[in-house]
């Protein structure tokens, strides 16, 4: 039984488990206690102190990381708190360099938020001195803009705590602080990898991805080119957000639909290409344990644990599959296959990816993803760059009527869609693996021991005769944890899937940014994956070899899984990387 | 045996030793055996004296002859005279003023030291503290073994809690107090840490402890360990006490090898050791949380507490933290125990507290007065007062953390509660005098300017909070001040106060508001009235020639910038368009024609 | 460090060495008579056996220190022996061998060793 304490917010009286904060305690009240720097299991430091409260000391408490005690009384709207809350607010605007209205986060700001709801009516109360930083946009997936940053450190939290990478962090002290890596190094410069959960977390738009809008565009305008878009699975369960829709809505077939109207010559779907890298790595799968691979294998479609295995954990670089991640397989396939039965020349045409993520944009330059000269995949951009292009083309996309991707690589099976959240490649893998094997249809689809948010899931799935133990993980912080467990020789699996982000792709670094406001109260990781999981409760095919374009393209193309030419054009190679660069 | 009938002490402090405390001992040796007096009368090198303003300082016991400002040449005649033949050297001995024809030859005479009770310095300028045997002689690590042999850990923290002992870091919190929380948490392993981050400008309490004494904090660590059940301890020492932390590391080895630290201490099974960490010199380094994470190799930024270090300290584990001058007095405590100690200063402040004394006064230096002893004799008595006959104005105790004291306050007894009843606190013991010339709003800038330079740059009112406030600081001491930056200055000031995170950022605007509180006319001066009274501000003030002049034509001569016109013999004129106001020329008359308006 | 008595022991050696930094109220002050004559006539050796016999018998309150001319140059080796509340005694042409005894006899047991003092020295 969980100890229940009781304390008085604003005159009200909770009941909270102990060890709750005042925040939360004040939340139970029915007050909103404003926050900036605290963000739920990311960041919990007390430094913006905006949530100043007056529990009868000399000085005021921040709430956000206050542990309640018993029979505590809390005062959160008194004149000197109020005061002294909008007073840091109004420091923290006199430092801040507010180019709101063409701010890529106007309208989705917290600060601008705390700055309406806290009453600023003089944000230059408190002028003086204002640093100022070149931007730093070296990285091929994330800008960082610090003249517009309030030093929250959500994303230092993001990348030192959760991710266990910490390639930012507070450099310099005083007024001069800012937030940057070691040793005056760009982010290109360090160990990075590009996850972009630094994106999310950041309150203000001191965080951005790389905007690649504007070659895709250009691409579209291009009438020598022919352009082929491909959204991921994870896009579709949140892409609505950016349009005010509930978290949680698959808009697939809006999507479809949009893109279209965008421009885009053929509207694929990376869903297909999930399905045909379970084809190749369910039997790469078995290949290894048959004939004595390397094991446990590890998956490879998230391209941020990929190069956080390439800085950190080079040791199991020959455990990873060799499958391209799915984006990657059908820009290979596009500009082969595809461009074979189209009859068009591969050097006319564009591959454009929409992600969740913004590592992407960095695994889309990799050499070794390319087949001929051409890379697999032209252009990449994330959800949030989409919503940007559907808003800037006037599309109303709430009301669109739905629309199917183009047929040949468009078709997909619920394995597929449930690739954007964690435990969907393991479960899709195991669903294709178990027929293969046991040469039995698989009656109960769902394997549910590997869903869910938690950071670690482990199973054991009995498949025949054998008992396969298979792990998950999602953040390269949980993954660090697993590896390192494996390494002692605590742990011993067969396969393992890993995803880069906590929760996987639903909530990676390209996904729309959602306010702290709610994110510390709301879960939305599960909302988005629910959508996913929806999708393939509903679809009749739910195993990815079932998929007839899949079977398709090995007759007519690529023979039969792990095939010489599937190798060709579908699996990739790994090499160690340097921590500072 | 070695048999020696005098000791030579020679002051090996930090201050001392920049004024060449080093070749004087040298030089001691060589003259010693020059004379055949080596086997007889030893040299030690001991830590701080206190009185640092006479230094390097030198004392000759048994007489206990009390020799100040000496320099090498001065170390034969003190041979040849003293060691040799027995004539103290009258002129070398220190004199209380320098116009004074008598002369004190012990330490005990001397009105700087009359009015001081050594507790925490008891041992410093008296031992050589690279022996530890010197520090048993004096009844060291004797209070280890009673706490080991005889006192249960609950004993321990009860005798403490009873002497009343309060943090001589500042805060001032009781260390009886704080060993209680300590040791009611649970755990595998705890932690015992000596604060040596000593940061405010101008103290030198806790270097002087660990160069003079360093055995005193390595006990009390001890017995703080067994109090709170911790057997690793750390001292956080800035690296640029390279003294300190060199005699320290020696203390811990001899510690080591005389097993009063490792396994087994005194055959009673208790466990302890400790190690010396470096900080590299951030003053938030001395707030608590932030100098663990220090030691944990992290930024130094502070957390919040809660989680008190007693709970959730040093790597996660409960930890006790004090500072170096509490650690000094414990042995003591338990050796003469707790009803001794609270027999010394006032109730609710027992014992002592040491004070770096500096900025306008005579005798700058190191001072341990027991508690509740008046300011006013800590300015007049042992500081000697103000020289030059210049008023005093003000004293600022605490440091940057602190505030000033005004005249009409220097009767107020030294202690917590009373400092922090006007405005100011005991800090860690820093003690500047300001006189008439000084100009308290600059005095406010100078604080400040420090603060700013020092915080870590976490929370926003500390970061930018009291940038802003230093900004109006500077504009005000330039003459651009203007009507509203003293409310604006009270609003951050008090906001800052009440929202920053930690001790450090609450107590950054002290200097201001103290200075707004006593001084307010300065402020209103400066603004309103672009005039700055004590004449200090460069901006402010302009250099005028009165009719005194001779028109000798020196001051046009040395005016840097030509602004200063006239014929000789005739009274000359400071353009003040071109004046650079350097002050060259005030000091070249010699006729005091020159004034500051 | 196994016992306190180990502790007690670098105590007492140490002290005897570090006790001219200890200011005793019943301390007994030896005063030789230094100056050039002093020295001429032998109050070095003299001055060195108070302090070895001070040592040996681990005397604590006992300093020895120096003095200038006393003005009598002619009875050097000259010294003072000051007891706390009694009449300071001076002894005259004082050598190495008499230390001994005056240490025991006055220092220790308190018995002026009567036939060294100026007194019967200036014979009545």
Redesign the interface.
């Known amino acids: 039984m969980e100890q229940m304490i009781t304390v008085t917010i604003d005159g009200v009286q909770v009941e909270v488990p102990a060890g709750s904060t005042v925040l939360e305690a004040a939340r139970k009240a029915n007050v909103n206690i404003p926050t900036l720097c605290f963000l739920k299991d990311i960041n919990q430091t007390g430094n913006c102190r905006l949530c100043v409260v007056d529990c009868g000391g000399r000085a005021l408490q921040a709430a956000c990381v206050l542990p309640c005690t018993p029979g505590m009384v809390v005062k959160t709207n008194t004149p000197a708190v109020r005061e002294a809350r909008k007073m840091n607010l109004e420091l923290i605007l006199s430092n801040h360099d507010k180019k709101c209205l063409s701010c890529v986060r106007s309208q989705n700001c917290e600060l601008q938020a705390l700055c309406k709801e806290l009453g600023v009516e003089d944000g230059d109360r408190f002028a003086g001195a204002q640093s100022t930083y070149a931007i730093d946009d070296t990285s091929v997936s994330i800008v960082r803009d610090n003249n517009k940053c309030v030093l929250c450190r959500r994303c230092v939290g993001a990348c030192a705590n959760v991710q266990k990478i910490g390639v930012i962090g507070p450099v310099m002290r005083g007024f001069k602080t800012a937030i940057e890596s070691p040793f005056e190094k760009k982010l290109a410069q360090m160990a990075c990898i590009n996850c972009g959960q630094c994106i999310t977390a950041c309150p203000v738009g001191a965080l951005t991805e790389k905007d690649n809008t504007k070659e895709v565009w250009a691409a579209i305008n291009d009438t020598t080119k022919h352009v082929v878009v491909q959204p991921a699975p994870a896009v579709r369960a949140a892409l609505g957000e950016e349009f005010g829709m509930p978290i949680g809505t698959s808009v697939t077939g809006k999507m479809a639909a949009a893109l279209r109207r965008l421009g885009f010559d053929k509207v694929f779907d990376t869903d297909f290409a999930a399905d045909l890298t379970i084809m190749e790595e369910a039997n790469e799968l078995i290949d290894r344990v048959t004939n004595g691979g390397v094991l446990p294998m590890i998956t490879s479609c998230s391209p941020g644990w990929i190069k956080f295995c390439e800085h950190y954990y080079p040791e199991f670089l020959p455990n990873l599959s060799s499958c391209k991640s799915p984006h990657e397989m059908a820009g290979a396939m596009i500009k082969t296959y595809y461009a074979q039965k189209a009859g068009i020349d591969p050097k006319d045409i564009v591959v454009v990816s929409v992600m969740p993520c913004t590592a992407k944009k960095f695994e889309a330059k990799r050499p070794e993803l390319s087949n001929n000269g051409l890379f697999d995949v032209d252009h990449v951009i994330t959800t949030r760059e989409l919503a940007k292009m559907i808003k800037e083309a006037g599309i109303n996309f709430t009301a669109l009527e739905d629309e199917d991707f183009d047929s040949l690589m468009g078709a997909s099976t619920g394995a597929a869609v449930i690739f954007g959240t964690t435990g969907g490649v393991m479960e899709a893998a195991l669903r294709t693996a178990y027929e293969v094997i046991t040469g039995e249809t698989l009656e109960n689809v769902n394997f549910t021991a590997v869903r869910g948010m938690e950071g670690i899931k482990e199973a054991s799935v009995k498949v025949g005769d054998l008992d396969v133990n298979v792990a998950v993980a999602s953040s390269t912080g949980k993954a660090a944890e697993l590896l390192d467990m494996i390494k002692n020789g605590e742990k011993n699996y067969t396969f393992i899937e890993i995803m880069g982000c906590p929760g996987g792709c639903v909530n990676g670094g390209g996904q729309p940014i959602v306010s702290a406001q709610i994110r510390n109260w709301e879960d939305i990781r599960t909302k988005r994956a629910q959508a996913l999981y929806s999708e393939d409760e509903a679809k009749t095919l739910r195993k990815s070899h079932e998929n007839p374009e899949i079977k398709q393209i090995y007759d007519e193309f690529l023979g039969k899984p792990n095939s010489h030419k599937a190798h060709e054009l579908l699996h990739t190679t790994y090499e160690q990387r340097d921590l500072y660069l | 045996m070695d048999l020696f009938r005098a000791h030579v002490l020679v002051c090996g402090g930090t201050g001392c030793t920049s004024s060449g405390s080093a070749e004087l001992i040298k030089r001691f040796e060589e003259q010693l055996a020059a004379n055949g007096l080596d086997k007889e009368v030893k040299v030690v090198r001991t830590g701080c004296f206190g009185l640092c303003e006479a230094g390097p300082v030198v004392i000759v016991y048994p007489e206990g002859t009390f020799y100040s400002r000496i320099k090498v040449e001065d170390v034969d005649e003190i041979v040849t005279e003293h060691l040799l033949k027995g004539r103290i050297v009258n002129h070398l001995v220190y004199k209380e003023k320098a116009e004074e024809e008598e002369t004190h030859t012990t330490l005990e005479d001397i009105d700087f030291y009359r009015p001081q009770m050594r507790l925490a310095l008891r041992n410093c300028g008296r031992i050589d503290p690279e022996n530890i045997d010197e520090y048993i002689a004096f009844d060291g690590y004797k209070a280890l073994g009673k706490v080991l042999t005889e006192m249960s850990p609950e004993d321990v923290i009860q005798e403490m809690i009873k002497s009343g002992l309060r943090g001589r870091g500042g805060g001032g919190f009781p260390t009886g107090k704080k060993w209680q929380f300590a040791a009611a948490s649970k755990a595998d392993q705890k932690y015992i840490i000596c604060n040596a981050d000593e940061g405010d400008p101008g103290a030198f309490m806790d270097r002087s402890i660990l160069e003079g004494d360093p055995h005193s904090v390595i006990e009390a660590m001890a017995i703080g360990g067994y109090a709170i059940g911790a057997s690793e301890g750390y001292v956080y020492v800035r690296a640029e006490y390279p003294i300190a932390v060199k005699r320290l590391q020696l203390a811990i080895d001899q510690a080591r090898e005389y097993g009063l630290l490792g396994k087994d201490i005194f055959g009673t099974g208790f466990n302890f050791d400790m190690y010396i960490r470096l900080g590299a010199g951030a003053f938030v380094c001395g707030e608590e949380t932030a100098l663990m994470h220090s030691i944990e190799g992290g930024r130094g930024e502070p957390t919040p507490k809660p989680p008190f270090p007693a709970v959730r300290g040093l790597f996660d584990k409960p930890s006790n933290i004090n500072n170096v001058e509490t650690y000094a007095n414990i042995p003591q405590i338990i050796l003469n125990g707790a009803d001794w100690f609270t027999s010394i200063g006032t109730p609710g402040n027992s014992g002592t507290k040491v004070f770096a004394l500096g900025g306008k006064i005579n005798n700058t230096g190191l001072v341990e007065v027991p508690m509740g002893t008046p300011l006013r004799d800590v300015i007049y008595k042992i500081g000697g007062g103000i020289p030059n006959g210049k008023a005093f104005k003000a004293v600022q105790t605490g440091g940057p953390s602190g505030g000033c004291i005004p005249a009409e306050n220097l009767d107020i007894a030294i202690d917590y509660d009373s400092l922090t009843a006007i405005g100011s606190m005991m800090g860690s013991g820093g003690m500047i005098v300001m006189d008439e010339d000084n100009c308290m709003v600059d005095i406010a800038r100078f604080f400040l300017d420090f603060t700013v330079d020092e915080s870590c740059g976490k929370c926003t009112p500390c970061r930018i909070g009291t940038k802003r406030m230093l900004e109006i600081l500077e504009r005000i001491v330039e003459g651009k001040g203007e009507p509203g930056d003293i409310e604006k200055l009270e609003t951050l000031g008090e906001n800052i106060k009440k929202t920053a995170l930690c001790g450090l950022g609450q107590t950054a605007p002290n200097p201001v508001l103290s200075t707004l509180k006593y001084f307010r006319h300065e402020y209103e001066a400066h603004i309103y009235e672009k005039r700055c009274p004590a004449h200090h501000c460069q901006k402010l003030l302009n250099y005028v020639i009165t009719d005194k002049c001779r028109g000798c034509t020196l001051c046009s001569k040395v005016c840097p910038a030509g602004a200063i016109t006239g014929t000789v013999k005739e009274q000359h004129v400071i353009d003040t368009a071109k004046c650079l106001k350097c002050g060259a020329c005030m000091e070249k008359c010699r006729f005091g024609a020159i004034e500051k308006h | ?4 008595a180990e ?1 007690e022991a ?2 007492q ?3 005897s ?2 006790g ?2 200890v ?1 005793g109220e019943d301390e007994i ?1 030896v005063v ?5 004559c002093g ?1 001429a006539a032998g109050a070095r050796p003299v ?2 056996k ?3 016999e001070a ?1 040996k018998r681990n005397l604590k309150n006992v ?6 001319c006393i003005g009598m140059c002619r009875l050097e080796p000259m010294l003072d022996v000051i007891v706390p509340g009694k009449e300071k005694v001076t002894y005259v042409k004082v050598n190495p061998d008499m230390v001994s005894r005056i240490v025991a006899e006055h220092i220790v047991n308190g018995h002026v060793v009567t036939e060294y003092t100026i007194g019967a020295a200036e014979g009545k």
Do not use: C, D, N, P
Not at chain 3, 1 to 4: D, I, T, W
């Open positions: 460090m196994k016992s306190l502790l670098i105590r050696k140490t002290l060495k570090v001219t930094r200011e002050r030789v008579g230094m100056a050039t020295i001055m060195l108070f302090v070895e040592q300093t020895v220190s120096q003095t200038g």
